[in-house]
């Protein structure tokens, strides 16, 4: 080692623990599970991923309504393989969540007992199939904007789970954008479906990129770990100016009076987002919290005895298996 | 009281001739369920030709504090590496 590095690793050594910790944050190396690491960075990850794991669970509740009711065979393999991709999400984020020290059954206990939140659009009910189109369109194209700078995030774990979810979400914006598609040009009422999903869920999807930044508590910190690359209100405004030209390509007209281009600023304005029924949705008053929450716990006790039966078939065939090899 | 599936870890071969990989973890109550499961979660789309899958408890791993006494004592070995010896610039192929 050359006298300058010995010298460096000295300075670096008499540095508190925190400060090496910050740096290598700034150098954009990673941080991995073993690794020293402050406890409210650990907090505040365990809360992200989770909430991020719990609404990819959820998000499954609201599709699932229409596999069973999808128009052709075409779209029912898709539908069916977009909740399945989801599960997969979800199953990817518990697990990098988990290298930080929490429990699966804790993560699924915060869900089922409401004190931990999942994003608040899955509390939306989807009436019609048009429903299917806006959510693959509008919220999983919210979603890959919030989630594309995740790749990049420190957390090693959880930025590996996210180049998985980006690789295999544009597929889910693909095909509810075709299904918007094929509605636009049918007939005058299936048109009519398009337009109605896209009324019901624009503001909602604008919501779901978060609080704006003057009352986001969580942005500067999130910023600094690299939890967060863009504030919320710069992430809806990407979304909105990429959303609305594919309205415009569908024939459809966006909700919103006040919504026009800027030639100034080369970006969209518009209207004022109603945030009393965002707070209210995340507080549980939206119109499915409850259908959600009684659906997800119900199927995980339904599923006990299963979890159950399987852990003890796997004992039994290990003192099976110890048994014939002691007879040997 | 119900006892919890135990975590384990998956490797996956994308395909011959490369090694496996880990590519992440889940729980399954044994190592069949887990073969199962890891097929489902991780090779979708193909991502696979070959499966291992290990329980979490059975793997011994170091410890970053003790990355100094670990991996320090390579910084200072170069001459394990090729620059290290000066050759005219006339020599080729070596």
């Not at chain 1, 988990?98 to 608040?120: I, M």
């Amino acid at each position: 080692m050359s006298e300058a590095q010995l010298k460096n690793t000295g300075a670096e050594r008499s540095r508190s623990l925190e400060e090496i910790f910050e740096q290598r944050i700034v150098n954009d190396e990673k941080i991995e599970p073993k690794d020293w690491m402050p406890e409210k960075y650990r907090k505040t990850h365990i809360r992200q991923i989770s909430q991020h794991a719990h609404s990819e669970i959820v998000g499954m509740l609201p599709e699932g309504n229409w596999i069973t009711r999808a128009p052709s065979l075409r779209r029912k393999v898709a539908l069916l393989a977009k909740v399945q991709d989801e599960a997969g999400h979800g199953l990817y984020l518990y697990s990098a969540c988990e290298t930080l020290g929490v429990s699966r059954d804790e993560l699924y206990d915060q869900l089922h007992s409401g004190k931990a939140k999942y994003s608040s659009i899955f509390n939306y009910p989807t009436i019609t199939w048009a429903d299917m189109g806006a959510i693959g369109w509008l919220v999983d194209g919210a979603a890959i904007i919030n989630q594309v700078p995740l790749c990049n995030t420190s957390y090693g774990p959880y930025a590996r789970a996210m180049i998985r979810v980006c690789k295999e979400e544009s597929f889910h914006q693909r095909q509810g954008f075709e299904i918007m598609m094929s509605l636009c040009n049918g007939t005058e009422v299936q048109k009519q479906m398009a337009q109605d999903a896209l009324n019901r869920w624009w503001w909602p999807s604008l919501m779901m990129l978060g609080p704006t930044d003057d009352v986001s508590v969580h942005t500067a910190q999130s910023m600094k770990w690299k939890l967060k690359r863009k504030t919320n209100d710069e992430l809806r405004q990407q979304f909105i100016d990429q959303t609305v030209p594919q309205a415009d390509i569908l024939g459809l007209t966006v909700p919103d009076p006040d919504l026009k281009w800027n030639e100034e600023t080369g970006h969209y304005d518009f209207g004022e987002i109603d945030w009393e029924e965002f707070w209210q949705v995340v507080k549980g008053h939206g119109p499915c919290n409850k259908e959600r929450m009684n659906d997800r716990v119900g199927a995980w006790e339904r599923g006990t005895w299963v979890r159950d039966a399987a852990m003890a078939h796997a004992e039994k065939q290990q003192i099976k298996k110890e048994n014939q090899a002691k007879a040997v | 009281m119900e006892k919890n599936w135990p975590l384990w870890e998956i490797f996956v071969r994308s395909k011959n001739g490369l090694e496996h990989r880990h590519f992440g973890s889940l729980h399954a109550a044994d190592a069949e369920m887990a073969l199962e499961n890891a097929r489902d979660v991780y090779t979708r789309r193909s991502e696979g030709v070959s499966i291992w899958v290990v329980e979490s408890k059975n793997i011994t791993a170091s410890n970053p504090e003790n990355n100094g006494e670990m991996f320090e004592p390579a910084q200072d070995k170069i001459y394990r590496h090729p620059t290290f010896y000066t050759l005219p610039d006339e020599i080729k192929h070596m």
